[in-house]
C-alpha cells in the first residue's frame, strides 16, 4: 500500500538551510515530488526526482533520495521569508496519470 | 492567464443544500483531479479523468459526482452537503503521454473553500 509520511512543523532562521525529510513505503515508487502551498493557493510543483537517481540539485534545491531506506529530503539553501509555505511530499508508484499520494504536508516557517 | 481555474473560490451553504464547482484547464491536458484538503491540510484525491472518462474513483459517497463535458472541463456536484464536507477542494490537471505526461505533474487550481454551515 502507498504511505508518506512527513514531519509537520519546521522553523528556521532567515540565510540558514532548511531540510524536510519524507518517507514512503511503496517501493516501486516511478516518480517522488516535492509541491508547495502557500497561504491560500493551490500546490505548485517545486521539483521532482526519478527513482533510478539519488540527488538532484535545482539553484538553491537539493533532493536527496535513499531508495534502500525509502527516505526523500528536500534541502533549501539560504531559507528566505518567501520560502514559508508547507511542502507536500508526493509519490507516483507507476508514473502516468495513475494516482499520485501526498503526504500530510510539513509547514515550513522562516524566522527573519 | 489562469492555467487551472476553479469557480466559486468560496463557497458557503446550509446542510442539506446541493452545490456545483466548476473547473476549466487551458493547459491542453488529457487528466484531471479533484482533491479534497481537510483542515489538518492532508490532501486527498476524490475523482480522477482522462479524456472526459473516469480512471481514478476513490471512496467518496455517492453524493459527489463529478462531471467531464469535455477534457478541459471538470465539475464536482455535491448533493445533501453534510458538515464533514466542508474543506478546501482542488482541481488540478496533467498531460499524459511521454514527457511531463510519464512524468504526472499536476497543476493545480487555487481551490475553492467550502463551508457547511
Known amino acids: 500500500g502507498e504511505d508518506v509520511e512527513q514531519s509537520l512543523f519546521l522553523s528556521v532562521r532567515e540565510g540558514d538551510s532548511s531540510v524536510i525529510n519524507c518517507t514512503y513505503t511503496d517501493s516501486s515508487s516511478t516518480y517522488l515530488y516535492w509541491y508547495k502551498q502557500e497561504p491560500g493557493a493551490g500546490l505548485q510543483l517545486l521539483t521532482y526526482i526519478f527513482s533510478n537517481m539519488d540527488m538532484k540539485q535545482d539553484q538553491r534545491l537539493t533532493v536527496l533520495l535513499n531508495k534502500k531506506d525509502k527516505h526523500l529530503s528536500l534541502r533549501i539553501a539560504d531559507t528566505q521569508t518567501g520560502d514559508s509555505a508547507i511542502y507536500f511530499c508526493?509519490?507516483?508508484?507507476?508514473?502516468?496519470?495513475?494516482?499520485?499520494?501526498f503526504g500530510i504536508g510539513t509547514k515550513l516557517q522562516v524566522i527573519p | 492567464d489562469t492555467a487551472v481555474s476553479q469557480t466559486p473560490k468560496y463557497l458557503v451553504t446550509q446542510m442539506g443544500n446541493d452545490k456545483s464547482i466548476k473547473c476549466e484547464q487551458n493547459l491542453g491536458h488529457d487528466t484531471m483531479y479533484w482533491y479534497k484538503q481537510d483542515s489538518k491540510k492532508f490532501l486527498k484525491i476524490m475523482f480522477s479523468y482522462n479524456n472526459k472518462e473516469l480512471i481514478i474513483n476513490e471512496t467518496v459517497p455517492n453524493r459527489f459526482s463529478p462531471k467531464s463535458p469535455d477534457k478541459a472541463h471538470l465539475n464536482l456536484h455535491i448533493n445533501s452537503l453534510e458538515l464533514g464536507d466542508s474543506a478546501v477542494y482542488f482541481c488540478?490537471?496533467?498531460?499524459?503521454?511521454?514527457?511531463?505526461?510519464?512524468?504526472?505533474?499536476?497543476?493545480f487550481g487555487a481551490g475553492t473553500r467550502l463551508s457547511v454551515l
Open positions: 508526493a509519490e507516483n508508484p507507476s508514473g502516468g496519470y495513475q494516482k499520485v499520494t
Open positions: 488540478a490537471s496533467s498531460p499524459s503521454g511521454g514527457g511531463e505526461g510519464a512524468k504526472n505533474i499536476q497543476y
